[in-house]
Nanobody, 124 residues
Framework: QVQLVASGGRLVQAGDSLRLSCTDS????????MAWFRQVPGKAREFVAG????????FYVDFVKGRFTISRDNAKNALFLQMNNLEPDDTAVYSC?????????????????WGEGTHVTVSS
C-alpha cells in the first residue's frame, strides 16, 4: 500500500518561497496521479494542485495560479510543490495524495492514498 510522506513545511514570512516534497520509500508513485491538498483547522480540506502520472498535465486552484508549481520526478519517486510569494492565507497543513483511478485528481473523492501533512505557517 502506498505510504506517502510529505516534508518541507516550516515557518516563513510573507513573500518567501518554500518547496514541499512528497515521496514513498517503498512503492513507485509513477502509476498514480498526484495532488496537493491543504487544510486549516475547522475548515474543509481543499484542493491546491494536481498532476497526471507522467507529469504532462497540471491543474491549479485559482488562488495559487502563478504562485505555486506542482511537479514530479518519477525517476526519484518524488512529488513537489514549489510555493512562491507566500501569503498568510497560505498557512495550512499541506498533504500529498495519490489516485490510481483518475487522470487528474482534483477532489478528495478522487484520492486513494493520503499522506501525513506538513505544516506551513506564513507570518505577515
Amino acid at each position: 500500500q502506498v505510504q506517502l510522506v510529505a516534508s518541507g513545511g516550516r515557518l516563513v514570512q510573507a513573500g518567501d518561497s518554500l518547496r514541499l516534497s512528497c515521496t514513498d520509500s517503498e512503492h513507485s508513485l509513477s502509476p498514480y496521479a498526484m495532488a496537493w491538498f491543504r487544510q486549516v483547522p475547522g475548515k474543509a480540506r481543499e484542493f491546491v494542485a494536481g498532476i497526471d502520472a507522467v507529469g504532462a498535465r497540471t491543474f491549479y486552484v485559482d488562488f495559487v495560479k502563478g504562485r505555486f508549481t506542482i511537479s514530479r520526478d518519477n525517476a526519484k519517486n518524488a512529488l513537489f510543490l514549489q510555493m512562491n510569494n507566500l501569503e498568510p492565507d497560505d498557512t495550512a497543513v499541506y498533504s500529498c495524495a495519490a489516485s490510481g483511478r483518475v487522470l487528474l485528481a482534483l477532489t478528495p473523492n478522487d484520492i486513494d492514498y493520503w499522506g501525513e501533512g506538513t505544516h506551513v505557517t506564513v507570518s505577515s
